[in-house]
């Protein structure tokens, strides 16, 4: 088995929507899984992608996950440019080969 390297994303709502429930809509009843599915597709392939992201126990030994942020940041997981909240994923990615 191949191990692979973390990639630390910071997400839009959309995606994590897709990533933890498998379907996206847009509050309206329009069913946008699809449609949203196919740009995470076309940014990552195949890449395994889970929530939240690897952190460092703070002084209680606990790992403290963020509240979600706002910014108008290109989401890292559709590249959508549009401003909201974003929260952490983690892309793993196959490591550089070593010659």
């Not at 992608?49 to 290109?74: A, R």
Request: net charge negative; aromatic share 6%; proline share 6%.
């Amino acid at each position: 088995m191949t191990n692979k390297d973390p990639c630390t994303l910071e997400i839009c709502v959309d995606c994590l929507m897709l990533l933890a429930n498998g379907e996206v809509s847009d509050g309206e009843g329009n069913d946008l899984t699809d449609a949203h599915a196919a740009r995470m597709q076309a940014v990552w392939g195949d890449t395994e992608i889970t929530l939240g992201h690897l952190s460092e126990p703070n002084d209680d030994g606990e790992n403290d996950e963020p509240e979600p942020w706002f910014s108008w940041s290109q989401c890292d997981g559709c590249h959508s440019n549009l401003g909201g909240d974003r929260e952490y994923a983690t892309a793993w990615v196959e490591p550089p080969s070593v010659r």
